[in-house]
């Protein structure tokens, strides 16, 4: 009996191993067609992927609408991925919301959106937010606040924070100006 349960824990082992391979390859190739803006190839595989609750499918299935103006569909796979704590999808969600794409404009929904990816160390989300106080949009204007926020993103190397961090550095905003850091 106890061969027979190590046999069945083999077999299950590789046959979730050999799911699990199939499963990156489609989902590689989908990223592969999302890539050349084959919008609608990797949506048929990303929509595969999201019946077996692939929180990532849910993301780029929203960025799929999105890219061919279904916006309201988008929000939908946004909300599916916010809801499952996935980062990127909030990061999404939240720009709908600010934007209003698909959605009513909800500046408060979409600074809680962005906090929650930003916390779970998304570069776009903690950008996001830094603008967001940068600007006063959903928040009192905050220099400071949205320089710390870049910083946090332009240390994972997203380009607009370090942009924003040189602009901030030239003007004096939110920390002292200084002309040789900007740089």
């Not at 100006?177 to 740089?183: G, H, I, L, Q, T």
């Given at each position: 009996?106890?061969?027979?349960?190590?046999?069945?824990?083999?077999?299950?082992?590789?046959?979730?191993?050999?799911f699990s391979?199939?499963?990156?390859?489609?989902?590689?190739?989908?990223?592969?067609?999302?890539?050349?803006?084959?919008?609608?190839?990797?949506?048929?595989?990303?929509?595969?992927?999201?019946?077996?609750?692939?929180?990532?499918?849910?993301?780029?299935?929203?960025?799929?609408?999105?890219?061919?103006?279904?916006?309201?569909?988008?929000?939908?796979?946004?909300?599916?991925?916010?809801?499952?704590?996935?980062?990127?999808?909030?990061?999404?969600?939240?720009?709908?919301?600010?934007?209003?794409?698909?959605?009513?404009?909800?500046?408060?929904?979409?600074?809680?959106?962005?906090?929650?990816?930003?916390?779970?160390?998304?570069?776009?989300?903690?950008?996001?937010?830094?603008?967001?106080?940068?600007?006063?949009?959903?928040?009192?204007?905050?220099?400071?606040?949205?320089?710390?926020?870049?910083?946090?993103?332009?240390?994972?190397?997203?380009?607009?924070?370090?942009?924003?961090?040189?602009?901030?550095?030239?003007?004096?905003?939110?920390v002292e100006?200084?002309?040789?850091?900007?740089?």
């Open positions: 009996m106890e061969r027979m349960m190590k046999s069945f824990v083999l077999v299950c082992s590789f046959a979730w191993s050999t391979v199939q499963a990156v390859g489609q989902f590689t190739t989908a990223m592969e067609h999302f890539e050349k803006k084959e919008y609608q190839k990797a949506e048929l595989i990303f929509r595969q992927e999201a019946t077996s609750d692939n929180v990532a499918a849910y993301y780029y299935l929203g960025k799929c609408c999105s890219e061919s103006d279904r916006l309201e569909e988008a929000v939908k796979w946004y909300q599916k991925g916010a809801e499952l704590k996935d980062p990127a999808a909030q990061n999404g969600l939240a720009w709908c919301y600010q934007n209003g794409l698909g959605v009513y404009v909800d500046l408060s929904e979409a600074i809680r959106l962005y906090r929650l990816s930003a916390e779970q160390d998304f570069p776009k989300a903690m950008s996001n937010l830094g603008y967001c106080y940068s600007n006063g949009i959903g928040v009192k204007e905050d220099h400071k606040i949205g320089f710390e926020w870049f910083s946090k993103a332009a240390e994972k190397h997203n380009p607009y924070a370090e942009y924003a961090i040189g602009f901030a550095y030239f003007y004096g905003l939110g100006e200084n002309r040789e850091k900007c740089a």
